[in-house]
């Protein structure tokens, strides 16, 4: 349950034109009124013979029967109390009580004896009403409705639990602003699947994600077709900026401007500034064989440095301080925001949706320590920079490594939410980690494929040694991996590393030992992509000709002595 107390406003009769009227796009059906300050107030929706005049009246009363030069200007307090989307439907009588214990929460009406104002709550919606009061005491005094916002949302999470009602995680005043039932509206006669407030904060993330100066931040905006508008001092200091959609005009056919500020708390200038001025600073400071870094050669490159520049961040987070993990946390939606922007067809849209869910939980109170982000952001900017994705061979491939890494992340991301007890966030971040878990069975598909293929037709002494390796390193956790579909890419995998030279045993007592494994719903799958990136093995191997690594030649690199078959010679590379 939501309530939404609004900027007080100076006229009574305004209000409620709107609240009985059939709304900007005629949603509102049925107005009427479910509770009063009396009980006795007259409805204009059910009373044919009330009017709004009357009920204007009523309310305002005590407003008017002080001196004209005591009357506040702004005397009308107004609230919507919603119902989120999976409860049931509330009958007038429930939502009345609700609108008395909201009134009497905030100070509108505290009741037991005391003086309160006029208020009336019109319902005109299935999932919501709206109460208006006016901010003028019987007895000519101001209410004491000092923070209402937060008591009413105390009081909700009270009526929620009572009524056995979806609860809502508390808010710490760091989320977006909500689209309005205006702007949803609009949406949905305009065949938007968002709101222009949603499609502008999606558009301007992407748009940051990586990015080091304020010029190639406003090229990215530009690039998108957005209309940008910069606000200048008189010195000629760039103090913020405004976009809007190109198709969302007001009644006036003008364009609609949001500031950065009211899309999202981070997408303020001076909050994105922070980002490159404390990456440029840590950079000064650095040795100049660091500062020197090449381009990225392409998607599948970027992939992998995303991959590892993922796996370090878990570290930070389960073991940094909380500054610098928020600074890590921050930088995940970068990457996030940058994998869904050059993403492949058939993994964009869950990895759009966990970009677009991971938004909540990029913020909280804690301070984000910038600077110390660096690789996370370096790694978004190598995304960007090196273009979209196909989708297909090592490109589809290292996707799903790195999807496959992001997923740890976003999990230790929960948990460190979790202890801070930042609810709201800890629910984001796990909406977006089950749409990555979505994405990554996408991408995942053709090359796990590939690679259990070359694993069921590996010879049987090659898949003895590697089962007898499994056992050796993770004598725990063997028995499980064997039992799992993902078994067989795995002993590919610890294949292609033998033949590259590396030890099966050792690669794997080290894949493990770098975090629990609990979180993995494949074990296979998770120490299969590690081992390729660690032993910078190909994602991909459809292509590759012979289905599994030569004995003789895996026995070589390694330097043990080859299984000699009778009757034959040892082969030769």
């Known amino acids: 349950m939501i309530p939404s107390v609004h900027k007080a406003g100076s006229r009574t009769i305004g209000l409620l034109a709107y609240l009985y009227g059939p709304g900007k796009h005629e949603e509102h059906t049925d107005p009427h009124l479910v509770a009063s300050f009396d009980g006795m107030s007259p409805d204009p929706g059910r009373d044919p013979k009330a009017t709004l005049k009357d ?65 009336a709550a019109v319902r005109h919606a299935e999932d919501h009403i709206h109460i208006v009061a006016t901010l003028v005491c019987e007895d000519g005094s101001r209410p004491d409705d000092f923070r209402s916002g937060k008591r009413a949302q105390a009081e909700c999470r009270l009526i929620e639990k ?14 977006a602003q909500r689209p309005t039932s205006a702007e949803r509206h609009k949406a949905e006669r305009q065949g938007r699947e968002r709101t222009a407030r949603e499609e502008l904060r999606e558009t301007v993330r992407r748009a940051v994600a990586g990015a080091t100066s304020e010029e190639e931040f ?26 809007a959609l190109p198709n969302d005009r007001n009644a006036q056919d003008e364009p609609v401007f949001y500031p950065g500020a009211r899309l999202a708390p981070d997408l303020s200038l001076p909050r994105i500034r922070e980002r490159w001025s404390a990456e440029s600073h840590d950079q000064d400071a650095a040795p100049t064989d660091a500062k020197v870094r090449t381009a990225p050669s392409g998607p599948s490159a970027a992939r992998r440095r995303t991959a590892s520049a993922a796996w370090q961040a878990v570290h930070v987070i ?15 939606g970068e990457v996030l925001d940058a994998l869904a922007k050059t993403s492949a067809a ?30 996370l952001r370096q790694a978004a900017r190598d995304l960007v920079q090196s273009g979209p994705s196909l989708g297909r061979g090592e490109d589809g491939a290292t996707t799903a490594m790195a999807i496959d890494m992001l997923f740890f992340l976003i999990t230790a991301t929960v948990h460190w939410h979790a202890k801070k007890g930042h609810a709201q966030q800890a629910i984001a971040a796990r909406r977006a980690a089950a749409h990555l878990r979505a994405a990554y069975q996408l991408a995942a598909a053709q090359p796990l494929g590939a690679l259990y293929q070359r694993g069921r037709h590996l010879s049987r002494p090659l898949l003895q040694r590697q089962t ?15 039992a799992e579909p993902g078994w067989y890419a795995l002993a590919a995998t610890l294949a292609d590393a033998e033949a590259a030279g590396h030890d099966p045993a050792a690669l794997l007592t080290d894949a493990v030992g770098q975090r629990e494994l609990d979180t993995a719903e494949s074990v296979s799958d998770v120490l299969m992509w590690r081992l390729r990136r660690t032993a910078n093995l190909p994602a991909d191997t459809s292509d590759m000709v012979s289905n599994a690594p030569r004995e003789g030649q895996a026995a070589r690199r390694t330097g043990r002595q080859a299984p000699q078959r009778p009757g034959s010679r040892t082969r030769r590379a």
């Open 346 to 375: 058939h993994t964009r849209r869950e990895l759009r949706d966990a970009a677009f869910a991971f938004e909540r939980a990029s913020r909280s109170h804690i301070r984000a320590e910038r600077g110390h982000d660096r690789a």
């Open 318 to 332: 389960e073991r940094g301080s909380d500054a610098v993990a928020a600074a890590h946390i921050a930088s995940a």
């Open 162 to 175: 009572e009524l056995g009602l979806h609860q809502v995680a508390p808010g710490d005043g760091t989320a």
């Open 218 to 243: 406003f090229d990215r905006l530009a690039a998108t077709g957005l209309l940008i508008r910069k606000r200048v001092a008189p010195s000629g200091d760039l103090l913020g900026y405004k976009v």
């Open 468 to 482: 007898r390796a499994l056992r050796e390193a993770l004598p725990e956790l063997a028995e499980q991996i064997l």
């Open 55 to 119: 009920l204007q009246q009523l309310l305002d009363q005590p407003v008017q029967a002080l001196p004209e030069h005591a009357r506040p200007a702004k005397h009308v307090w107004h609230t919507s109390v919603r119902a989120t989307a999976d409860d049931r439907i509330l009958t007038d009588e429930e939502w009345g009580d609700i609108a008395r214990r909201i009134v009497a929460a905030t100070g509108i009406d505290p009741g037991d004896g005391r003086t309160g104002c006029r208020w």
